[in-house]
């Protein structure tokens, strides 16, 4: 068996702490810490498929509060 992506790793951790509000948004700013840009939309699109009826604000307001531009160097 392979490795898990950081990607793979931090879906399993949100799917995990779902229930947990304050502790959803804590893992979901923290993948900002682990994850690529581009692994970052990913995680995004899958977010918001998976937790939309729960969370679709909490999830638009932590992406749209993050600064993209401060990594396209």
């Keep these: ?24 948004v804590k893992e979901l700013r923290k993948s900002f810490q682990w994850l690529e840009d581009d692994d970052l939309y990913v995680l995004y699109n899958w977010a918001m498929g998976k937790f939309n009826n729960l969370y679709r604000n909490l999830i638009n307001d932590v992406y749209l509060s993050f600064d993209f531009s401060a990594f396209n160097c």
Excluded at 1 to 24: G, H, T
């Design 1 to 24: 068996m392979y490795p898990l992506s950081m990607l793979e790793l931090q879906k399993i951790v949100l799917e995990n702490v779902y229930e947990n509000k304050l502790l959803f």
